[in-house]
């Protein structure tokens, strides 16, 4: 079952560079450069569901892929656009 991250106070809970999205819609972004780096109850793990943002654009839902301590691995969730093979 997945859980879902909720903000608190962040419009977003990752920050991520926009380009480094890979072709798969895939980015790794670190806990410790967020919004939520002092927030000890932020915790996401595979499957779970965040808000990803870069401070230029509108902010975007993403899927946890991969945990590996202060890096988390995600695939965003845009409406209307497919991955492309890479």
């Known amino acids: 079952m997945s859980r879902s ?5 962040a419009p977003y809970d990752l920050w991520y560079d926009a380009t480094t999205v890979d072709g798969h819609l895939g980015v790794t972004c670190w806990i410790s450069h967020g919004p939520r780096a002092e ?6 793990q595979p499957g779970d ?3 990803v943002g870069d401070d230029e654009e509108e902010p975007l839902s993403a899927r946890v892929v991969n945990r590996d301590g ?9 409406a209307g656009v497919s991955a492309v093979a890479s």
């Open 70 to 78: 202060d890096r988390v691995t995600v695939h965003l969730a845009i």
């Open 49 to 51: 569901v965040v808000v």
């Open 5 to 9: 991250i909720v903000t608190v106070s």
């Open 39 to 44: 927030d000890p109850r932020f915790d996401p």
